[in-house]
T-cell receptor
């Protein structure tokens, strides 16, 4: 399976500011996924990022709030814009991998606290 | 509307016994089901999966059973070990380029 790293691992940010989270994969992948896990909740898909095209956002998530870049086949960024305390979550990226085409492997996550 | 449900927030099992974690889903379009294990401050770790054409998949101590007519799946861990203590998430996918839909997780506690 792919090795995925994320930066930063955690951050504490002021309300109204923005934070960009980086996701790096050790192999080339077509699709990358971004998820959010709010405190005590499940993981929720934010968007799917393909290299060379606009990200596809799930219902309830918009590009102005969560802009995504996918400049090459091993890297992606997710920006959380104009943050509020409700954005305090763990943000995770994932990629397909393993023996089956539908298995996803996750990075370690970025724990964001907005004050 | 929650499409993947894990109705037990927590489960306590004695070391050496069988742990059974349950998951229900409502979306008939789901074709693939996965189980993840998550420790605090780490990303989810893939454990085992099953496609809808099968009713059982086994990998070492882990077995996943799928009852498609009941829209129910379960993860069996036997024998349970202290290192199995973690939050377990059930997830589902329609396949292709779909992302995963997760349940809320079950906190498994293995007691010595």
């Amino acid at each position: 399976s792919a090795v995925i790293s994320q930066k930063p691992s955690r951050d504490i940010c002021q309300r109204g500011t923005s934070l960009t989270i980086q996701c790096q994969v050790d192999s080339q992948v077509t699709m990358m996924f971004w998820y959010r896990q709010q405190p005590g909740q499940s993981l929720t898909l934010i968007a799917t990022a393909n290299q060379g095209s606009e990200a596809t956002y799930e219902s309830g998530f918009v590009i102005d709030k969560f802009p995504i870049s996918r400049p090459n086949l091993t890297f992606s960024t997710l920006t959380v814009s104009n943050m509020s305390p409700e954005d305090s979550s763990i943000y995770l990226c994932s990629v397909f991998g393993g023996t089956s085409s539908y298995e996803q492997y996750f990075g370690p996550g970025t724990r964001l606290t907005v004050t | 509307d929650q499409q993947v449900k894990q109705n037990s927030p927590s489960l306590s099992v004695q070391e050496g016994r069988i742990s059974i974690l349950n998951c229900d889903y409502t979306n008939s379009m789901f074709d693939y089901f996965l189980w993840y294990k998550k420790y605090p401050a780490e990303g989810p770790t893939f454990l085992i999966s099953i496609s809808s054409i099968k009713d059982k998949n086994e990998d070492g101590r882990f077995t996943v059973f799928l009852n498609k007519s009941a829209k129910h799946l379960s993860l069996h861990i036997v024998p349970s070990q202290p290192g199995d203590s973690a939050v377990y998430f059930c997830a589902a996918s329609g396949g292709g380029a779909d992302g995963l839909t997760f349940g809320k997780g079950t906190h498994l506690i293995i007691q010595p």
